[in-house]
């Protein structure tokens, strides 16, 4: 990272070291910069790390909101929501009337709502059954950790059960509502009644386990103090080293209301609002993304903290009465074109996703790809972008984006490559391997040829390795199973007979084992001893139609970033195999073991897996 910041506050200047260094932040730490005026050098250490995390992308999603009634069981004091059923403002929706609701374009719907005291388990399953049945592009994100331990509690199911039933009925992916402050001084005074931090974490953790990611939120701007915020994150950061299975982290912003809690109007002041959206980027390492939630933050705030430290702006969210009934300002709903303008004019790439944040469609030009992962930072660690953006996206994703004509160049799975070749021309850069590459990994249950007619589970982000995995099975094996694609990210593997992974992800399991896949196979090792011949994964290459100054720039950066990678593979291997908790020595080792340039051989070995491929059926 070589980001200049003209500290004011000097107490900054080691946790800039730390985070350079990718130590962890700890509590005083937090708490020196919740202290500290220097807003913008707190700001710029954040935006810093976003922009490592996730390039120049800002992610955002067609969605809307349910709040199937405001009927709850609770009283908590921070809420102006919730009612008793006897109350005028009470109501309850029929499914039929979610449905209603709900429009084909819709990416992800979120429902969370009121406790109720009546309704059945029925209700809630059948709910999501049929919003999946209905709009089966649509992604259901329901139900916070509290609504989850309440189902449990109320119905006497195992949280267990009653996430598996609502997975099996079409649910995805949890909302990080329900949090609040994970401190019992706060739980005591404003939300008695509700569950805290043990059982908030013991229900995430469980939809984790089952492969269903969720997210988390602070509500802060209320009675809680500085201390309490960091501790937050830090428990935060905790669960999500054991898990992984955070998706996004959102603080939201007290809206006063009517709810007594703070003297008229009392909002959060913009600096209040950045500095916590900041420190949490900076806290929670492990975290992917960071969400400015518009609606309680208003627009122009949003729009500031995308360089802050956000990489997230929620979406359109149609319907949203929480923060509304206790007196968000903002508006109801965001039009998709206005969410892409404060996106651009942020200087951003504005990223529709889905629940998964796989990206979907870019509004932007001259975007360049950027494998995230630790086999193509030699290429990436110095380079210099100029008048291209650069989007990190899984290789599979790039493939789909460049065929929409949404991005100009990139560093390309092989498949997307042969399959786009007509429009894509290929660079003289690669990832290819010497021998063997750790990065692309079938764990397995059974050896080879146990693995006939058995479920293979292929991680969402590849295109090319799941051909390697088939054309080693079925012609150098002789041996045909079944695949099955799972989405990024966590997983329940219980299902599968083997897993196969690749990038960071197949390092991290590689490093720390998957528990009852006990055979492991490098597949480019598999292949150089069959072939005796490189594997090329990937290749660089840009549109056919790139105007002839913008090739000739990229072919340049490409070249000096490279130049510059390789000579400091050990620095920068150090740094960045820190995160998937390899030394030093096996980072190193681990990127010698690629070769960057294609030359004949590399050219050679496509050919070959070329025709191989051909010969196989495609099946997924
Ligand atoms: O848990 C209640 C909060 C939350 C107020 O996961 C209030 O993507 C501010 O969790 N002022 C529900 N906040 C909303 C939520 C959420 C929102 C957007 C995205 C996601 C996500 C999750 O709203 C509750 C509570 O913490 N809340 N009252 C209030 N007066």
């Given at each position: 990272m070589s980001t200049?910041?003209?500290?004011?506050?000097?107490?900054?200047?080691?946790?800039?070291?730390?985070?350079?260094?990718?130590?962890?932040?700890?509590?005083?730490?937090?708490?020196?910069?919740?202290?500290?005026?220097?807003?913008?050098?707190?700001?710029?250490?954040?935006?810093?790390?976003?922009?490592?995390?996730?390039?120049?992308?800002?992610?955002?999603?067609?969605?809307?909101?349910?709040?199937?009634?405001?009927?709850?069981?609770?009283?908590?004091?921070?809420?102006?929501?919730?009612?008793?059923?006897?109350?005028d403002a009470a109501y309850e929706m029929t499914i039929e009337e979610i449905?209603?609701?709900?429009?084909?374009?819709?990416?992800?719907?979120?429902?969370?709502?009121?406790?109720?005291?009546?309704?059945?388990?029925?209700?809630?399953?059948?709910?999501?059954?049929?919003?999946?049945?209905?709009?089966?592009?649509?992604?259901?994100?329901?139900?916070?950790?509290?609504?989850?331990?309440?189902?449990?509690?109320?119905?006497?199911?195992?949280?267990?059960?009653?996430?598996r039933q609502l997975y099996a009925a079409g649910l995805r992916t949890m909302p990080g509502g329900g949090a609040e402050v994970f401190s019992e001084r706060v739980r005591k005074q404003l939300f008695n009644q509700k569950i805290g931090a043990k059982a908030w974490f013991e229900v995430h953790k469980t939809a984790h386990k089952l492969g269903i990611p969720s997210n988390a939120t602070l509500l802060y701007g209320h009675i809680?103090?500085?201390?309490?915020?960091?501790?937050?994150?830090?428990?935060?950061?905790?669960?999500?080293?054991?898990?992984?299975?955070?998706?996004?982290?959102?603080?939201?912003?007290?809206?006063?209301?009517?709810?007594?809690?703070?003297?008229?109007?009392?909002?959060?002041?913009?600096?209040?609002?950045l500095k916590t959206i900041a420190i949490s980027r900076l806290m929670l390492d492990n975290f992917n993304h960071i969400k400015a939630y518009w609606v309680m933050l208003t627009e122009e705030v949003a729009s500031i903290a995308l360089n802050f430290g956000a990489d997230?702006?929620?979406?359109?969210?149609?319907?949203?009465?929480?923060?509304?009934?206790?007196?968000?300002?903002?508006?109801?709903?965001?039009?998709?074109?206005?969410?892409?303008?404060?996106?651009?004019?942020?200087?951003?790439?504005?990223?529709?996703?889905d629940v998964y944040y796989n990206a979907l469609n870019i509004s932007s030009e001259n975007v360049v790809g950027k494998i995230p992962y630790l086999n193509s930072v030699p290429f990436y660690e110095h380079f210099e972008q100029r008048q291209f953006k650069?989007?990190?996206?899984?290789?599979?994703?790039?493939?789909?984006?460049?065929?929409?004509?949404?991005?100009?160049?990139?560093?390309?799975?092989?498949?997307?490559?042969?399959?786009?070749?007509?429009?894509?021309?290929?660079?003289?850069?690669?990832?290819?391997?010497?021998?063997?590459?750790?990065?692309?990994?079938?764990?397995?249950?059974?050896?080879?040829?146990?693995?006939?007619?058995?479920?293979?589970?292929?991680?969402?982000?590849?295109?090319?390795?799941?051909?390697?995995?088939?054309?080693?099975?079925?012609?150098?094996?002789?041996?045909?199973?079944?695949?099955?694609?799972?989405h990024s990210g966590i997983n329940d593997y219980s299902n599968f007979d083997a897993i196969l992974l690749i990038g960071d992800e197949a390092l991290k399991a590689n490093k720390s084992g998957l528990p009852g896949f006990d055979l492991v196979y490098d597949l480019a090792k598999e292949w150089y001893e069959w072939q005796k011949m490189p594997f090329v994964f990937a290749v660089w290459a840009h549109k056919k139609s790139l105007p002839a100054d913008k090739k000739e720039e990229l072919q340049e950066i490409i070249q000096e970033s490279l130049e510059k990678g390789e000579a400091e593979l050990d620095t920068i291997g150090a740094h960045h195999g820190k995160d998937l908790n390899l030394t030093p020595a096996e980072t190193t080792e681990f990127l010698e073991g690629f070769n960057y340039r294609l030359g004949d051989r590399e050219k050679e070995a496509m050919s070959i897996f070329k025709k191989l491929i051909e010969e196989v059926e495609v099946s997924l």
């Open positions: 200049t910041i003209h500290f004011r506050d000097k107490n900054l200047i080691s946790i800039w070291d730390k985070v350079q260094n990718g130590q962890r932040l700890s509590l005083k730490d937090g708490m020196a910069m919740f202290n500290s005026q220097d807003i913008i050098s707190i700001g710029k250490m954040a935006h810093t790390v976003q922009q490592k995390k996730s390039g120049d992308a800002v992610y955002y999603v067609l969605n809307q909101k349910i709040e199937p009634t405001n009927i709850c069981v609770l009283s908590c004091k921070f809420c102006d929501f919730a009612v008793k059923k006897d109350a449905l209603s609701k709900l429009t084909p374009d819709i990416h992800e719907v979120h429902i969370t709502g009121g406790l109720h005291p009546d309704w059945p388990w029925d209700y809630y399953v059948n709910m999501v059954r049929d919003i999946k049945k209905n709009f089966p592009n649509t992604d259901v994100k329901a139900f916070t950790a509290v609504e989850i331990d309440f189902f449990h509690k109320k119905f006497k199911i195992p949280i267990e059960e009653v996430l809680e103090t500085y201390e309490e915020r960091v501790q937050h994150f830090m428990k935060l950061r905790e669960a999500q080293d054991e898990t992984g299975g955070f998706l996004t982290f959102i603080p939201l912003a007290f809206q006063p209301g009517a709810t007594g809690i703070k003297p008229k109007n009392e909002f959060t002041s913009a600096i209040e609002d997230d702006m929620d979406g359109t969210v149609g319907g949203e009465k929480i923060a509304h009934d206790a007196g968000a300002t903002a508006a109801m709903t965001m039009a998709k074109d206005q969410l892409i303008k404060i996106i651009q004019d942020a200087g951003k790439i504005p990223v529709e996703r650069m989007l990190p996206i899984a290789p599979r994703r790039m493939g789909v984006l460049s065929q929409k004509d949404q991005m100009v160049a990139g560093l390309f799975s092989l498949m997307d490559y042969f399959a786009q070749s007509d429009t894509l021309e290929l660079m003289n850069y690669c990832i290819a391997t010497r021998d063997q590459v750790k990065s692309v990994m079938l764990f397995s249950k059974e050896g080879w040829q146990g693995l006939k007619g058995k479920k293979i589970g292929i991680i969402d982000d590849t295109a090319t390795s799941i051909r390697l995995l088939q054309v080693l099975l079925e012609k150098k094996y002789g041996v045909k199973a079944t695949f099955a694609r799972m």
